[in-house]
Structure formats: structure tokens, C-alpha cells
T-cell receptor, first 113, second 115 residues
Framework: DQQVKQNSPSLSVQEGRISILNCDYT??????FLWYKKYPAEGPTFLIS?????DKNEDGRFTVFLNKSAKHLSLHIVPSQPGDSAVYFC????????????FGKGTHLIIQP | EPEVTQTPSHQVTQMGQEVILRCVPI?????FYWYRQILGQKVEFLVS????????KSEIFDDQFSVERPDGSNFTLKIRSTKLEDSAMYFC?????????????FGPGTRLLVL
């Protein structure tokens, strides 16, 4: 049962352009969403988060958009840089008192020079 | 910047053996977590720990698993009798509070291989 879905296993973007990573969820109890970035042989690194009471959160080159009615969120990276090449995970937390994050399978972002 | 550390980075063990994975959470954090990622699959929540007791556990966290905070700095995951399917990356994480107030920060992971 995939409660958090990242339907694109990989995405290739040219350096300097915008990268858009998408995530869909099915559980209406999710009220907090996070994006993590992961390099091989390292742990997930927190990037940015958004609460369900907001529809946008911005931090430097990273912006997360949340569309609650569509149960969809996206991460925009602009401009994309070579160091952004990594696997990006969408994660969600239930407002029902759960502690554990539910992760998507990840999208491998490749920034091409 | 403070970070979560984990030891060992790699562990190879024989099926049926006990393993202990160690983590040092960020010092002022109060919530601790273990996750695992089987090769090619997504990161899965195992257990959370707060105030010296388990706060939440997933269905994966069965009787062969246990967690402990033996002193003021370490947080351990014990697998009593390892199975082949326990082979995975195990990540420790910590947060100041529950995640919808504070972010979970992850360690670099321990790669466990059960032969």
C-alpha cells in the first residue's frame, strides 16, 4: 500500500534550468510533508518541509508547493546545479499522533552540464 | 553543525546471530527513531523512542528487535536472531520534538549484510 507515491524513478534536467519533482499521497491524515535528499552511502538529508496549513514554502533555491485538494506536492529547484544530482525522497507525517515518517520510493535527479 | 552518528558503517553477520547497531543522536534532541531501507526499496519506519520507552513501532518491528538508550548519549537497535531478509541499510534519526514541529535528522546509516 503506497501511501506516498513518487511516480518518476528518475529525472534528467539541464544545469541552470528548473527541476520539478512530484509526489502524491493518499492518506488524508497526513498533515506535514518533508523533502529529503540522499547521496549514495549517506543518510537522507533534510531539505525543506511544509505544513498542511500552507500551500507554499520557500528556502533559497528550493520551493515546495502543496495542493491539498489534489493530494499533491512538488519540489522546485531553481536554478539546478550539478551538486543537486541525488535521490530525492518525499515523506509525510500523519496528524493522528504517529511518529514515523512515510516515505516515497524516491526520484533520482540527474543534472546534466 | 551537530549531526547524528552511527556505528559501525558496515556489519556482516551470519544468519541467527545477534547484532547491535549503535547511534549517537544530536545532543539536545529528545525523540529517536530507527528506519531501514532494503536495497531497491523505500525507507521504512521501524520504531520511535521517547522518554526511555517506545513511543510507536511499525509492524516490521517484531519481537526479534529491541531498542535501548543505555546511557545519556547512545541509542541502540538490537536484532536478536538475524534473518537473511534483515539485510538492509539501517538509519537512526533524532528530533527535538515530534516531527510536525521539528524535523527528523538522519545519520549516515549502517549497512547490514546477513549471510
Amino acid at each position: 500500500d503506497q501511501q506516498v507515491k513518487q511516480n518518476s524513478p528518475s529525472l534528467s534536467v539541464q544545469e541552470g534550468r528548473i527541476s520539478i519533482l512530484n509526489c502524491d499521497y493518499t492518506n488524508s491524515m497526513f498533515d506535514y510533508f518533508l523533502w529529503y535528499k540522499k547521496y549514495p552511502a549517506e543518510g537522507p538529508t533534510f531539505l525543506i518541509s511544509i505544513s498542511s496549513i500552507k500551500d507554499k514554502n520557500e528556502d533559497g533555491r528550493f520551493t515546495v508547493f502543496l495542493n491539498k485538494s489534489a493530494k499533491h506536492l512538488s519540489l522546485h529547484i531553481v536554478p539546478s546545479q550539478p551538486g543537486d544530482s541525488a535521490v530525492y525522497f518525499c515523506a509525510a507525517l500523519s496528524g493522528g499522533g504517529a511518529d514515523g515518517l512515510t516515505f516515497g520510493k524516491g526520484t533520482h535527479l540527474i543534472i546534466q552540464p | 553543525e551537530p549531526e547524528v552518528t552511527q556505528t559501525p558503517s558496515h556489519q556482516v553477520t551470519q544468519m541467527g546471530q545477534e547484532v547491535i547497531l549503535r547511534c549517537v543522536p544530536i545532543s539536545n534532541h529528545l525523540y529517536f527513531y530507527w528506519y531501514r531501507q532494503i536495497l531497491g526499496q523505500k525507507v521504512e519506519f521501524l520504531v520511535s523512542f521517547y522518554n526511555n520507552e517506545i513511543s510507536e513501532k511499525s509492524e516490521i518491528f517484531d519481537d526479534q528487535f529491541s531498542v535501548e538508550r543505555p546511557d545519556g548519549s547512545n541509542f541502540t537497535l538490537k536484532i536478536r536472531s538475524t534473518k537473511l531478509e534483515d539485510s538492509a541499510m539501517y538509519f537512526c534519526a533524532s528530533s527535538k520534538a515530534r516531527t510536525n514541529q521539528e524535523t527528523q535528522y538522519f545519520g549516515p546509516g549502517t549497512r547490514l549484510l546477513v549471510l
